[in-house]
T-cell receptor, first 115, second 113 residues
Framework: KQEVTQIPAALSVPEGENLVLNCSFT??????LQWFRQDPGKGLTSLLL?????REQTSGRLNASLDKSSGRSTLYIAASQPGDSATYLC??????????????FGQGTILTVHP | NAGVTQTPKFQVLKTGQSMTLQCAQD?????MYWYRQDPGMGLRLIYY???????DKGEVPNGYNVSRLNKREFSLRLESAAPSQTSVYFC????????????FGQGTRLTVV
């Protein structure tokens, strides 16, 4: 059974810092990996999706990398801002089938960026 | 383009009452999903529908039923609500081929008293 772990569970940084969120998964036979953001009381917003054949994806100040062989992904946030404060979740679908939204989630990293 | 729309946003039920959570998508995705999110438990899959006309159980299906009404709509029904079903419910969709990204609705916050 796939297990996804995120470290750290919580992170508090001053504005402007570059930071790294970590995600690890036990079964390396993944199809893709997706990073989400969740604001308090809100739904999940997709940030980045990395296909298993890719090493990284970038969107603005966000960069996600994937190392399938070691079962790890990192989300790099450059020049953090208070508006980045949220819970960040990583998730992977099962390797077989076509139900790519049938996701196993990590417990999330709660990020606080203070001015 | 609304994406994934869930109704209602909030609901309070008494134990034993029934209700249906509605989900509609305009993304033309084949697959739809229902998750629940609980503190300390994270997000867990209740049911999913890989395509119109099919439904399958997820990790925590007990106490729930689903209906894939058409390609756009996927509903979740609680026949006899219990306090243990107090949770935030999320509907999600995903495509296929080169379009496998999953998208989530804004959630329904359900309290069973």
């Amino acid at each position: 059974k796939q297990e996804v772990t995120q470290i750290p569970a919580a992170l508090s940084v001053p504005e402007g810092e570059n930071l790294v969120l970590n995600c690890s998964f036990t079964d390396s036979a993944i199809y893709n990996l997706q990073w989400f953001r969740q604001d308090p009381g809100k739904g999940l917003t997709s940030l980045l999706l990395i296909q298993s054949s890719q090493r990284e994806q970038t969107s603005g100040r966000l960069n996600a990398s994937l190392d399938k062989s070691s079962g790890r992904s990192t989300l790099y946030i450059a020049a953090s801002q208070p508006g980045d404060s949220a819970t960040y979740l990583c998730a992977v679908p099962p390797a077989g089938g076509t139900s790519y939204g049938k996701l196993t989630f990590g417990q999330g990293t709660i990020l606080t960026v203070h001015p | 383009n609304a994406g994934v729309t869930q109704t209602p946003k909030f609901q309070v039920l008494k134990t034993g009452q029934s209700m249906t959570l509605q989900c509609a998508q305009d993304m033309n995705h084949n697959s739809m999903y229902w998750y629940r999110q609980d503190p300390g438990m994270g997000l867990r899959l209740i049911y999913y529908s890989a395509s119109e006309g099919t439904t399958d159980k997820g990790e925590v299906p007990n106490g729930y039923n689903v209906s894939r009404l058409n390609k756009r709509e996927f509903s979740l029904r609680l026949e006899s609500a219990a306090p243990s079903q107090t949770s935030v419910y999320f509907c999600a969709t995903s495509g296929t081929g080169t379009n496998t990204e999953a998208f989530f609705g804004q959630g329904t916050r359900l309290t069973v008293v």
